[in-house]
C-alpha cells in the first residue's frame, strides 16, 4: 500500500454507519456475512431466517443468500478504539471481535450507580464522587486494613470507602494508593434490619502494575446498646460493576439484626466494619 494510500484511509470517516449493520435486525456486521445478488448484506442469523426474497429489493433468491467474503476481508481490516477510550483504555480492537477484550481485560470499563432510573456509569473514583453529590448517601472513610471502626448506618445506600497502598518493597517505586468502594445497603424486614454489603469494582483479569484485588474480607460487629448481645460476622465479598442494578440478594451474603435485639424504630444503627485486602 503506498504512504498516500495509507494516509488517505487513516483519516476516513464512515458517514453512514448502517452501511456497517445487518439490514434486517441492525446488529454488526461480522463474519460470516451473506448478501443478495446486488449487494444487500445481512448477518448469519437472518440469512437463514428470510432465505427466499432480499430484504430490501425483493428479488428472489432460489439459492438463498450467499457469502459475502469481500466484505468479511474488508471489516476483519477496520480496528476502532475500545468503548472505555475516554476512560482511559488505548487499546485498538478489530471491528468484528471487541467483547474478548471487553469481557476479560479491559481494566477501564465502567460501573455504574445501583439507583433505580440513573444512568450514570463511571470509575469507582468518578462514581464515589457521583454518590456524595448526586444522591448524599452517608459516606465512611476507613483508612487502616484489618482495623475495625465505627460506623453509622442509615436505611438505603451506606457509602465506605478505603484507601489502600500496597507494602513497599525495598528498592522498588511507592505503589499507588487504591480506592476500594463499597456499598451498605440496609433494609428493614419484618424480623429485623439487613445488611447487604457490595464491593463495587469491575471484575476482570488483567496485568497491570498494581491490580485490584477481585475480593475482600469484612468484618461486621454489633452490639446493643446495653451490652448485652454482640454478633460478628466474617466473610469474603466479591466485586461487582453494578450492572443492571443490585445483584439477586441470594448471591451475597446478608448481615441480620433481629427487631428483638435492635428495635425497627430506630432511625440509625451503630455497627464496627474492618475491611482486609491481601496485597
Same mark, same amino acid.
Given at each position: ?10 483519516? +476516513?470517516?464512515? +458517514? ?5 449493520? &445487518? ?25 437463514? #431466517?428470510? &432465505?427466499?426474497? $432480499? ?33 482511559? &483504555? ?15 481485560? $479491559? ?5 455504574? $450507580? ?44 451506606? +457509602? ?69 448481645? #454482640? ?7 466479591? &466485586? ?40
Amino acid at each position: 500500500m503506498s504512504s498516500s494510500t495509507s494516509d488517505m484511509i487513516e483519516n +476516513v470517516t464512515v +458517514v453512514d454507519t448502517r452501511v456497517l449493520e &445487518c439490514g434486517i435486525c441492525a446488529s454488526p456486521l461480522k463474519p460470516p456475512i451473506f448478501q443478495c445478488e446486488v449487494g444487500h448484506m445481512v448477518c448469519s442469523r437472518c440469512s437463514k #431466517r428470510m &432465505c427466499s426474497r $432480499c430484504h430490501a429489493c425483493r428479488r428472489k433468491l432460489p439459492g438463498g443468500y450467499s457469502q459475502c467474503f469481500g466484505a468479511e476481508h474488508i471489516l476483519e481490516s477496520f480496528q476502532v478504539p475500545c468503548p472505555n477510550a475516554a476512560s482511559g &483504555c488505548s487499546a485498538m480492537l478489530p471491528y468484528t471481535d471487541q467483547q474478548p477484550h471487553l469481557r476479560q481485560e $479491559c481494566r477501564h470499563a465502567p460501573c455504574h $450507580c445501583p439507583t433505580k432510573g440513573c444512568t450514570f456509569a463511571g470509575s469507582t473514583w468518578a462514581l464515589k464522587t457521583h454518590f456524595d453529590q448526586e444522591h448524599r448517601w452517608p459516606h465512611k472513610v476507613v483508612v487502616k486494613n484489618d482495623a475495625l471502626v465505627k460506623v453509622t448506618l442509615k436505611d438505603g445506600f451506606n +457509602v465506605i470507602t478505603h484507601y489502600h497502598c500496597s507494602t513497599m518493597e525495598e528498592g522498588k517505586e511507592r505503589p499507588p494508593v487504591r480506592l476500594y468502594l463499597f456499598l451498605l445497603n440496609v433494609v428493614r424486614e419484618p424480623h429485623g434490619c439487613v445488611v447487604t454489603t457490595f464491593y463495587v469494582h469491575r471484575a476482570v483479569a488483567g496485568n497491570e502494575s498494581a491490580p485490584m484485588a477481585l475480593e475482600c474480607q469484612l468484618k461486621l460487629v454489633y452490639e446493643s446498646p446495653c451490652r448485652n448481645h #454482640r454478633q460478628e460476622s466474617t466473610f469474603t465479598v466479591p &466485586c461487582t460493576d453494578l450492572l443492571g442494578g443490585l445483584p439477586p440478594s441470594g448471591d451475597w451474603f446478608e448481615f441480620v439484626v433481629p427487631k428483638s435485639i435492635h428495635p425497627l424504630h430506630l432511625d440509625t444503627m451503630e455497627i464496627l466494619l474492618s475491611i482486609g485486602i491481601d496485597d
